[in-house]
């Protein structure tokens, strides 16, 4: 049998990572399977996207579309016509998508046309935002999913709600904190933790590239204002998204506590979550890396895809406008965050779920 599993953007890698793994073993104790790692090249940064294959012992890939840093539209048309290109020379029987970046959503398209079966990893998750583009990648890849693999007890209900019968919804867990469980011994500081005088607990993470946050420079830059002014003394040290800087240069600002620094390997970026105060963010995959590490989070969002890192875990979130930022920093700086826990099936073993899953479905029926 032939599995292709697909990643395109950074955070895609961490998720495969795991799966990847899982079934490696597998063909090592005898399952016949070949897995194809297709790479679309949605991101093409080192520090976004090869760096990271290397840190977390990802495998070559078989294929890289090299789909570049072009529109949604151009994106999706030129990665659904070079997997279509691979699937001609050979199809597979099934086709893993994870996560809802633009890769997901046209190589799930182009599997399902080319009649492959799709299992999506992290399906059923939900902002309720129809104008983040992840949001409509998420419902356009479930509604041709045919295994849905979740993280939560609200991705399920999400799905059922929708009309996904119940035997093909599997709570396996969040594979994203398998890498990080995998991985975290491996944590190291970054070049400039030495230079900045960075140490447990005396600095704040911050990391923003949500359009409706960094696209106009003004909004951009009272958020910035009000983060520098409410953490002092405290440094901020913020790995700045390419988008965001691309913003940034048309007048960059001066703030003496805010440390720009350029996007970090996995290692590094995740050594300093785990040693900060807190995170300021407008990512979801970092308030569940937060959740797990126990470390203080405040979201500039107004809506969440993952309600459990809010209702179980360490995140805060307060919305788009920056009145709000005092009372939260406050809190973390005072030592006077809410109590949390690690979200259910949050343990480690997703992948391994998902893999024997696969397997019961696809391999166990015929032997």
């Given at each position: 049998m032939l599995i292709d599993v697909i990643a395109g953007a950074r955070p895609n890698f961490v998720k495969i990572a795991p799966i990847l793994a899982a079934f490696q073993e597998k063909v090592s104790n005898g399952l016949n399977v070949k897995i194809r790692f297709i790479h679309t090249g949605q991101h093409f940064d080192d520090n976004m996207s090869s760096s990271i294959l290397k840190q977390l012992n990802i495998p070559t890939p078989d294929y890289n579309l090299n789909a570049g840093s072009n529109s949604a539209a151009e994106q999706t048309g030129k990665i659904m016509l070079g997997y279509e290109n691979i699937l001609?020379?050979?199809?597979?029987?099934?086709?893993?998508?994870?996560?809802?970046?633009?890769?997901?959503?046209?190589?799930?398209?182009?599997?399902?046309?080319?009649?492959?079966?799709?299992?999506?990893?992290?399906?059923?998750?939900?902002?309720?935002?129809?104008?983040?583009?992840?949001e409509i990648n998420r419902i356009v890849t479930d509604s041709i999913t045919d295994l849905f693999f979740t993280t939560s007890v609200y991705a399920n209900k999400n799905l059922l709600d929708t009309g996904v019968k119940l035997q093909s919804i599997y709570f396996v867990g969040n594979v994203m904190i398998d890498t990080l469980e995998s991985f975290k011994h491996k944590f190291r500081p970054p070049f400039f933790w030495d230079d900045f005088n960075l140490n447990f607990n005396n600095y704040f993470v911050l990391t923003l590239h949500r359009p409706a946050n960094?696209?106009?420079?003004?909004?951009?830059?009272?958020?910035?204002?009000?983060?520098?002014?409410?953490?002092?003394?405290?440094?901020?040290?913020?790995?700045?998204h390419p988008r965001t800087r691309n913003i940034l240069n048309r007048a960059f600002p001066n703030y003496t506590n805010i440390l720009f620094v350029e996007p970090l390997p996995y290692l590094e970026f995740n050594f300093l979550v785990s040693q900060s105060k807190?995170?300021?963010?407008?990512?979801?995959?970092?308030?569940?890396?937060?959740?797990?590490?126990?470390?203080?989070?405040?979201?500039?969002?107004?809506?969440?895809?993952?309600?459990?890192?809010?209702?179980?875990?360490?995140?805060?979130?307060?919305?788009?406008?920056?009145?709000?930022?005092?009372?939260?920093?406050?809190?973390?700086?005072?030592?006077?965050?809410?109590n949390s826990s690690i979200p259910e099936k949050w343990d480690g073993k997703a992948a391994v779920r998902i893999t024997d899953c696969i397997v019961s479905k696809y391999f166990n029926k015929n032997e």
């Open positions: 001609q020379k050979e199809s597979s029987q099934l086709c893993i998508v994870v996560g809802d970046v633009t890769s997901t959503m046209a190589c799930a398209i182009t599997a399902k046309k080319n009649g492959c079966d799709v299992a999506h990893v992290e399906a059923g998750i939900r902002s309720g935002d129809m104008t983040m583009p992840e960094v696209d106009n420079f003004t909004v951009l830059n009272n958020f910035l204002k009000v983060i520098s002014d409410c953490t002092k003394p405290f440094s901020v040290v913020f790995p700045v807190g995170v300021i963010t407008d990512s979801g995959g970092i308030t569940e890396e937060t959740t797990a590490l126990r470390i203080p989070c405040i979201t500039l969002r107004d809506s969440t895809e993952r309600p459990e890192t809010c209702s179980v875990g360490t995140n805060e979130l307060i919305g788009t406008d920056a009145v709000m930022l005092p009372y939260y920093l406050n809190k973390i700086l005072n030592n006077n965050w809410k």
